[in-house]
């Protein structure tokens, strides 16, 4: 049975940082195109940043608001993608789900402090 679940989310200061993880099992992971997104209160679910499979080398994508803070990797040997976020805002608060496959997790929540 596939399966998507993330973990990482958590309490930060501005400025600080955190690593979200987005396991997949049960779907050929090493083709897949996987994307993280978030929905804070009140606004709806917007893209964050993706992966996209290529033959010879992987390809990815961000939103405007976390370019050059953010960053995507996938790591097949756990089939695992990590969203790496740097320097976090205030605005970054919300609840970060992965979509693998067309399968949602169920999200994990990120809270920044000012």
């Known amino acids: 049975q596939a399966q998507v679940e993330e973990s990482g989310g958590g309490s930060v200061q501005a400025g600080g940082f955190l690593r979200l993880s987005c396991v997949v099992s049960?779907?050929?992971?090493?083709?897949?195109?996987v994307q993280w997104y978030r929905q804070a209160p009140r606004k709806e679910r917007e893209f964050v940043a993706g992966?996209?499979?290529?033959?010879?080398?992987?390809?990815?994508s961000y939103a405007d608001s976390v370019k050059d803070r953010f960053f995507i990797c996938r790591h097949d040997a756990k089939n695992t993608v990590s969203l790496q976020m740097n320097n976090v805002k205030p605005d970054d608060t919300a609840i970060y789900y992965c979509?693998?496959?067309?399968?949602w997790g169920q999200g994990t929540q990120v809270t920044v402090s000012s």
């Open positions: 992966i996209y499979y290529s033959w010879h080398s992987s390809t990815t």
């Open positions: 979509k693998a496959g067309g399968r």
């Open positions: 049960g779907l050929p992971f090493n083709s897949l195109d």
